[in-house]
């Protein structure tokens, strides 16, 4: 079993940047594929961002593409995102998630609990 927890979340100003952090126990991530999704208030979740087990590959939606940047250290079992150019229409609680396997199929199998991230305009 593995167990995520998100941290760096916050309020910050449009146009802001924020740095967010995943870290994992109970399991390496260095063998799978990890992602972030963030879910706004009253709408569904939705995927923002994947990075791939050996980091060669990240894919992003096209409303973050060029603003955030994903990451990992699998030395350090973690995994980020740092957002620039923070819009209000990012704020929404971002959750990590992970693949069991190197494929990013599906959803994750392992949620963080989520952090808030309130972009102010």
């Known amino acids: 079993q593995m167990q995520l927890g998100e941290s760096g979340g916050g309020l910050v100003q449009a146009g802001g940047s924020l740095r967010l952090s995943c870290a994992a126990s109970?399991?390496?991530?260095?063998?799978?594929?990890m992602s972030w999704f963030r879910q706004a208030p009253g709408k569904e979740r939705e995927f923002v961002a994947t990075i791939t087990w050996s980091a060669s590959s990240t894919y992003y939606a096209d409303s973050v593409k060029g603003r955030f940047t994903i990451s990992r250290d699998n030395a350090k079992n973690s995994v980020y995102l740092q957002m620039n150019s923070l819009k209000p229409e990012d704020t929404a609680v971002y959750y990590c998630?992970?693949?069991?396997?190197?494929?990013?199929?599906?959803?994750?199998?392992?949620w963080g609990q989520g952090t808030q991230v309130t972009v102010s305009s």
């Open positions: 998630g992970a693949y069991r396997t190197v494929a990013a199929s599906g959803l994750p199998a392992y």
């Open positions: 109970g399991r390496t991530v260095s063998s799978v594929a």
